[in-house]
Structures are given as structure tokens and as C-alpha cells.
């Protein structure tokens, strides 16, 4: 079946860096958009980064800048670089994966997610 896993997560100083990767199994077409979300405790789920299969990009206004994803295809594996980590940045990071080409942020849209990744930022 299909299938988001992340690894990467961990902690870091205010100012540092870590990167997150995500890959997507069971897809037996490549035209998948894939996306990162982060969530605080009490919080929504707000979408950080998407990718789709040609690199189109969408952003979230505020980590534009500090943030970066990439992504392989061959291995339908998409990375989130976050550079100038802040302690706002700690959350619960996930990757979800949809069968469509488009990116999105709209956490509606995306039908398989991860099981999510912790970052731990500290001042």
C-alpha cells in the first residue's frame, strides 16, 4: 500500500540547521505532490512546503527564505533544509503525499500522510 515516512527530525540551537527527509512508497505513477506541514500542540496544522514532480514550489509566506525543499524522484523522496532554526520552529513535523500533480498547502487536499518527526529548537 502506499505509504509517508520521515526521518531527520531532532533538536537544535536558535540559529542552526537540520534537514528532514520524507519518501513516499507504493506509487506506481511519479506525478505525486508531495508537502511538508508542521503542527504545535493546540495548534492547526499549517503547511510549510510543497513540491511537485517538474519542482514547482509553494511556500508558506513566513519560512520562505529559511527554508527549502528538494526533492528525487527517482526516489519519490522529498527533503525540507531549514536553516536559521528559531525556537518557534519546534513542532511536529509531517510529510503527506497526493496523487495529483498540483502543489498545494491545503492540508485537505493531501491523502497519505507520515506519522510525523520531531524539531526541537532551543534558545
Known amino acids: 500500500g502506499r505509504q509517508v515516512r520521515e526521518s531527520g527530525g531532532g533538536s537544535a540551537q536558535a540559529g542552526g540547521s537540520l534537514r528532514l527527509s520524507c519518501t513516499a512508497s507504493?506509487?506506481?505513477?511519479?506525478?505525486?505532490?508531495m508537502a511538508w506541514f508542521r503542527q504545535i500542540p493546540g495548534k492547526a496544522r499549517e503547511g510549510v512546503a510543497a513540491?511537485?514532480?517538474?519542482?514547482?514550489?509553494s511556500y508558506a509566506a513566513s519560512m520562505k527564505g529559511r527554508f527549502s525543499v528538494s526533492r528525487d524522484n527517482s526516489k519519490n523522496t522529498l527533503y525540507l533544509q531549514m536553516s536559521n532554526l528559531e525556537p518557534e520552529d519546534t513542532a511536529t513535523y509531517y510529510c503527506?503525499?497526493?496523487?495529483?500533480?498540483?502543489?498545494?498547502?491545503?492540508?485537505?487536499?493531501?491523502?497519505?500522510w507520515g506519522q510525523g518527526t520531531q524539531v526541537t529548537v532551543s534558545s
Open positions: 507504493g506509487y506506481t505513477s511519479g506525478d505525486i505532490c
Open positions: 513540491m511537485d514532480v517538474d519542482g514547482r514550489t
Open positions: 503527506a503525499a497526493r496523487p495529483f500533480p498540483q502543489t498545494t498547502l491545503d492540508r485537505d487536499r493531501y491523502n497519505y
